[in-house]
């Protein structure tokens, strides 16, 4: 994976918008994104990912694959759905089995979007509350495997006064301060 400042320039959100700014794990540890990759064609990636769900207790998992043929009509809707700021009462946790895409995640000190381009084998962990958007990138595909506490749900809560004051926000900045 690969994280840097988004440029937040026009154009199309499937481009890089690379600011050439680098982002430190760090930094993502700091806003409580965890990330590792492990390799897909490995015998013991499986067993790695594994063990993360376990020390996490995700009881449930699931494959969605994003691509035009999959979404059919529904693509050009799920997408800018995607892509629209918003939160998780729950932790997301993503681990690319094939294909790429962008997660960006919004650092609550400075409102800035990191973007993270992540590709198969790299899994990653957005906490409960923070602020964030998922693209394609270029590439229009991406076999994403989503693992889940309890049953498998992802209910996106947009961004808004409303979402600014939700329990599960709150409780996400309270950590921040921690830091």
Aim: glycine share 6%; with cysteine; hydrophobic share 35%.
């Amino acid at each position: 994976m690969r994280a840097y400042y988004f440029d937040d320039l026009p154009g199309d959100q499937r481009l890089p918008h690379d600011s050439g700014k680098i982002v430190s794990d760090e930094t993502l540890d700091s806003i409580g994104v965890l990330h590792w990759h492990i390799p897909v064609n490995e015998a013991d990636g499986h067993q790695a990912v594994d063990l993360v769900a376990k020390e996490r207790n995700y009881k449930n998992r699931d494959i969605i694959v994003i691509t035009k043929e999959s979404l059919g009509d529904e693509y050009e809707t799920k997408i800018k759905n995607f892509y629209k700021e918003h939160m998780h009462e729950d932790e997301e946790i993503r681990y690319i089995v094939e294909g790429s895409g962008f997660f960006d995640v919004r650092e609550h000190a400075t409102e800035s979007w990191i973007r993270c381009h992540m590709s198969a084998g790299d899994l990653m962990v957005l906490p409960a509350g923070i602020y964030h958007r998922f693209s394609l990138d270029e590439k229009n595909r991406v076999r994403t495997m989503r693992l889940f506490k309890d049953e498998p749900k992802w209910i996106a809560y947009n961004r808004g006064s409303e979402t600014d004051e939700n329990p599960y926000r709150l409780d996400y900045l309270k950590t921040l301060a921690v830091h």
